[in-house]
């Protein structure tokens, strides 16, 4: 069984190696962050636009079967 200082001691050396851990990820430059921003920006928008497109020809399909809006 664990007794409290073991339980203490297991906790402070679990966050002495996240620490440790923490300090070896290389880290982004602030230009890498903007490009990758942006690269998600565009294809997000690319994403709506094919979606859109998508919906409104399923919708025309679905309005010339049913005979609704004609």
């Known amino acids: 069984m664990h007794t409290k200082a073991m339980q203490k001691t297991d906790v402070m050396q679990f966050f002495r190696e996240v620490r440790q851990e923490a300090a070896k990820v ?9 490009i ?28 010339f079967l049913l005979g609704v809006g004609i």
């Open 36 to 63: 990758s921003t942006g690269m998600v920006l565009v294809m997000v928008i690319l994403a709506a636009i094919f979606f859109f497109v998508i919906d409104e020809v399923i919708a025309i399909g679905v309005r």
């Open 26 to 34: 290389t880290w982004p430059t602030r230009k890498e962050t903007m």
